[in-house]
């Protein structure tokens, strides 16, 4: 009983908020508020596109509409139960920031109103009491939120002009945006729905805007761990090797997650098959041979002259079990099958390593690590004059 009060509750209070914006739009009293509450309406029909022109031409003939957007918004949204409209109000949110700049206005009230608390995409308190399967819509919700938190806090990865270049301030850079484009992408699966919501039109169209963002990630990511894997034994630094080593060893477990996704998508008809990327897999026994060659590292010393211990690797690929008689076994932290127990990691890593002659007068043998690259399919050598000696 107190269920079926609830709905009946807010549905009321939904058709009431958007009589009440019908009347003040014919009167002539048409606002930003007003736009918002006939935007998100409790039905199920999709946002309308006029919406988003009519909030785009006020920004930019009155720029204090802004402001005035994100109070609105933070209203609505933060005291809706209806997931129908929290949907819109994300929806409507999602599509205004897509046509807007980084540095506009609109983005610099919606930080400010983050800031203070005004507007709370994550943690997200929506509860939705609608419909017949709450938990689904709300979890979806709230996911949907999260992203749209990430992507109103950074778009650095929007494509960018011309190929980065080799200096340590790019290296840096684009070791960052990785990063957050990983972080994306974990929102963006995270955003899976389940349950009913997975049929349902609404959260379909929401999909629809959430997979189209992701290519545009995933193309610029692609393109960025490129020119890490080609640059990951010149780093500057060998904590920045460090770093580029996590960031490519992720994007290999992420890319079987990302294909999974975009599979689940194309059965459930969420954009069209030829729209979605191809996801490139970074073979496992190329990681640990990359694992295993980095940590060797530490026996060299840097341009200091500290040492390292091996042991002190934040790349070890062992786990440590202390037994009863206080001895340690360790495990390595990749297993192709159990057949390889007894390998080595110089074992392991002459699977990746290419013999070739010189062809100067003294014919001698040189060697050189040879990395797979799985976007391109091709080999990245090392540097033989790199002064780590690789």
Same mark, same amino acid.
């Given at each position: ?5 609830? @709905? ?19 009167g ?6 007003h ?18 022109? @009519? ?22 949204f ?7 409209v ?7 949110l ?25 507007i ?5 308190n ?24 990430e ?17 340590p ?10 990063? @957050? ?19 349902n039109f ?5 999909m ?13 990511f ?13 780093m ?25 996704f ?50 002190s ?42 013999k ?5 007068s ?14 391109d ?6 540097d ?7």
């Open positions: 009983m107190t269920k079926s009060f609830q @709905q009946a509750f807010n549905a009321l209070k939904e058709h009431t908020c958007l009589s009440y914006a019908k009347i003040a739009t014919m002539g009293l048409c606002n930003v508020d736009i918002i509450v006939k935007a998100t309406a409790p039905n199920s029909s999709p946002l309308s596109d006029k919406y988003v022109h @009519q909030l785009l031409r006020l920004f930019a003939i009155s720029p204090p509409c802004c402001r005035a957007f994100s109070l609105g918004f933070a209203r609505r933060g005291k809706t139960r209806s997931w129908r929290a949907l819109k109000c994300l929806l409507l999602h599509r205004l920031l897509r046509s807007s700049p980084e540095d506009s206005l609109f983005r610099t009230e919606l930080l400010i109103n983050r800031s203070n608390g005004s709370s995409l994550y943690p997200c929506f509860r939705d009491v609608s419909s017949s399967d709450p938990e689904s819509f709300t979890a979806f919700i709230r996911s949907y939120a999260r992203l749209l938190d992507i109103s806090n950074e778009d650095n990865h929007r494509a960018r002009p011309g190929p980065p270049d080799n200096s301030e790019e290296i840096g850079r684009v070791l960052e945006v990785l990063e @957050q484009i990983q972080s994306l992408i974990d929102r963006v699966i995270e955003c899976k729905p389940t349950g009913v919501t997975a049929r609404l959260i379909q169209t929401a629809k805007h959430i997979i189209r963002d992701s290519f545009v990630c995933y193309t610029v692609k393109n960025d761990i490129v020119f890490l894997l080609e640059n990951m034994f010149q500057p630094t060998y904590q920045c090797c460090i770093s580029a080593f996590s960031v490519y060893k992720k994007a290999a477990l992420q890319a079987d997650q990302l294909y999974e975009y599979q689940w998508c194309k059965l459930m008809g969420v954009c069209g098959c030829y729209e979605y990327p191809f996801v490139d897999r970074i073979p496992l026994l190329q990681i640990q041979a990359l694992e295993s060659f980095i940590n060797g590292m530490w026996e060299i010393k840097d341009d200091d002259g500290d040492h390292q211990s091996p042991s690797s934040p790349l070890s690929s062992t786990a440590e079990k202390v037994g009863d008689e206080g001895e340690e076994e360790r495990q390595p932290l990749i297993k192709l099958n159990d057949d390889d127990d007894d390998d080595s990691w110089e074992d392991i890593l002459e699977a990746s390593v290419i070739f002659s010189s062809h100067g003294d014919e001698k043998d040189e060697w050189r690590i040879q990395v797979y690259n799985p976007f399919g091709k080999y990245v050598s090392s033989p004059n790199h002064p780590w000696g690789l």
